[in-house]
């Protein structure tokens, strides 16, 4: 297999709410009835849905030829009651990146609203419950490009030993918060002991720990998924090879 095909970039989706509030500024919410077409699309395609753990660790073990990685970022309390439901209906599983700093609290970062739930405690273990993979999404939604030494230790390293006295088990995902990163904030992440990271557009910084993923909206028919399937490892540098050190660069994350 050719080197540019093997390291292509995973096709990994991004969601956050799924909810059928018409009030949606930052283009974040997809309605319970667009998720369910797409996910048919998937599954009429051959592809299935799985977290992002699973298409990594299948994809090292060369078997993820069918997957797609679907992610949901902030924890909204509607990934349990609107998301789940459906994901199990079509077989899928999912990545839910959660806020252990802001349990039960609200998206109170999105400034123009509108507030929407996020989940408590036992609304993430129900959700792993389900066979989902809880990830961190940072402590409690900050950018972390440019933060300093402390609060990159909290948001990365200490909200991973929250949700592992949450769950039981540590977290292998990290999210960086509205997609930013920069080269500390991807070494942070690293250090803080994630087997893998999301961002959405990383640029110069793409690896395993600053993977990117294409954004899904209530937009998003058929024919615009199969573009954006089509598109993502042209749009996307591929990996780096294992072994290559990672690049320092600019980062040029979308914020989201
Ligand atoms: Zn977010």
């Known amino acids: ?12 989706l991004m969601y956050h709410s799924v909810s059928d509030c018409p009030d949606d500024p930052y283009g974040i919410t997809v309605s319970p009835s667009r998720l369910e077409r797409q996910l048919r699309w998937l599954r009429d395609r051959g592809l299935t849905g799985v977290s992002a753990g699973r298409l990594l660790r299948a994809r090292a073990a060369g078997r993820d030829a069918g997957l797609v990685g679907l992610t949901f970022d902030d924890g909204y309390a509607d990934f349990l009651t609107a ?3 459906l994901l199990r209906r079509y077989g899928c599983t999912a990545t839910a990146f959660v806020l252990p700093g802001r349990l039960g609290g609200d998206n109170a970062w999105d400034e123009l609203g509108p507030r929407k739930a996020l989940l408590d405690a036992d609304g993430i273990r129900e959700a792993a419950a389900a066979g989902m993979e809880i990830g961190s999404h940072g402590l409690v939604h900050t950018d972390l490009t440019g933060a300093d030494d402390t609060t990159l230790e909290r948001e990365t390293a200490h909200s991973r030993a929250l949700l592992g006295e949450l769950t039981g088990a ?10 930013t990163l920069d080269h500390r904030a991807v070494q ?6 994630y087997r893998y990271a999301c961002g959405i557009d990383p640029g110069a910084l793409t690896g395993v720990h600053a993977l990117p993923r294409a954004h899904v909206g209530a937009r998003d ?9 089509v598109l993502h490892p042209l749009r996307r ?19 989201r």
């Not at 297999?1 to 990994?12: E, G, Q, S, V």
């Open 83 to 85: 998301a789940v439901p």
């Open 1 to 12: 297999m050719p080197a540019d095909t093997r390291n292509r970039a995973p096709w990994l």
């Open 188 to 193: 942070a992440v690293r250090a803080a002991g």
């Open 221 to 229: 028919t058929s024919v615009r998924l199969y573009l954006k399937k």
């Open 170 to 179: 540590a977290p292998a995902g990290f999210c960086y918060p509205y997609g």
């Open 237 to 255: 540098r591929p990996l780096p090879a294992a072994s290559a050190p990672a690049e320092a660069a600019r980062p040029d994350g979308v914020r």
